[in-house]
């Protein structure tokens, strides 16, 4: 049993979510606390709020940086120069994703949701892609050759 750090309840471990920085492991709030915060600071502070701390947390740049990239790129992907279609919950199109190196953190550019998959799924690796470029080049592929 653990107490919440918020509402001071007694509750079994599986209400806390699990924090492997923490001395025994679980987070000090509850899950239901936690949720109950999240749920209040994004209807006070709004979603570009949280956009904007998580792009600063994740690649050290502002939303003002992003529009930057994003009226540099035409807003479009940076490799396939489509917009994105993936869509959110809303049905609305998710932005852009922030590509970045892993090694530097220096943000590269924007790509759409396949983009950015198909390069994470072959681990950034230049060997792979063009081992992959000469595999359809050879083998033949289906895409229109734009």
Request: charged letters at 30%.
């Amino acid at each position: 049993m653990k107490t919440c750090s918020k509402c001071k309840e007694e509750k079994d471990y599986n209400a806390f979510s699990k924090n492997r920085l923490s001395k025994d492991g679980y987070q000090s709030e509850c899950k239901s606390c936690k949720n109950a915060y999240g749920k209040k600071h994004r209807k006070d502070k709004g979603s570009q709020f949280i956009r904007a701390k998580r792009l600063e947390k994740d690649f050290s740049i502002s939303i003002e940086e992003y529009n930057i990239i994003f009226i540099e790129q035409h807003g479009v992907c940076s490799i396939c120069n489509k917009a994105e279609t993936r869509l959110n919950n809303k049905g609305q199109p998710h932005y852009l994703a922030v590509d970045h190196n892993h090694n530097t953190g220096e943000v590269r550019g924007l790509l759409c949701s396949a983009c950015n998959r198909g390069l994470g799924l072959l681990g950034d690796n230049p060997r792979l892609l063009k081992s992959a470029l000469n595999y359809l080049e050879t083998r033949g592929y289906y895409g229109k050759d734009e």
